[in-house]
């Protein structure tokens, strides 16, 4: 049947007819667009909120998580070890042991190393771009400074030894997050001094990330760097 053919019968129907025709055709070509174009349209930007929504919801998480790092970063370490030497005996042998109880808690120098660089290998999305070691004296107030209205000969002040390790990281921001949790999760207790997290030109992906940790002891001796 040709177009000519269905002109004349469109023609001969009476006005009624060719609108209620008209409105049928309207109704399938909108049933037509409903199935094929809207619905999928409808459901992927409802797959996209949600995505949305949990992706913003684990951002907030995380920087909640990262906010409270920092907040441990900004406590002063030091205060437990002072406020124990203030309050320790005059007897020098009571307050090195003491301070051995107290950072024999801490993870050895010769464990932080190895701990530290396990839990980079075990976490994907971080490069190890350098790893420092140091050691610095930490000269605590002797058991003479503690009473000054008692005369006394002078003593040799107790020294602690800091050591620590200074990581320079490049990877992401929750690549690190997960890494700094990891590091928290250890059953060793680690002192963290600073942590600084910059995002260049690389992107976020290639974040440079300055890393400082370190631990306690009475002895000098250290791990080869």
Known sequence: M???????RWQALAPREQWLAYGAGLAVCGL??????????AARLTSQTTE????????????ATLAKLHAALEADPNIPYNRALLLASTDSAKLLEQIDHSTGQLISPNKMRAVLQDL???QTGLQLVSLESFTTPVELPSADLVDTTK????????VLYRHGVHLKLEGGYFELLRYLQAVQGTPWKLNWDSLDYRVGEAGAAHAQISLQLYTLSRYVGWIGV
């Open 2 to 8: 040709n177009m000519d053919t269905w002109l004349r």
């Open 32 to 41: 037509l667009y409903v199935q094929f174009v809207g619905t999928p349209i």
């Open 52 to 63: 949305y929504q949990a992706v913003e919801a684990r951002g907030l998480e995380a920087a």
């Open 120 to 122: 980079l290998k075990a």
């Open 151 to 158: 005369a006394r000969a002078p003593a040799s002040s107790v």
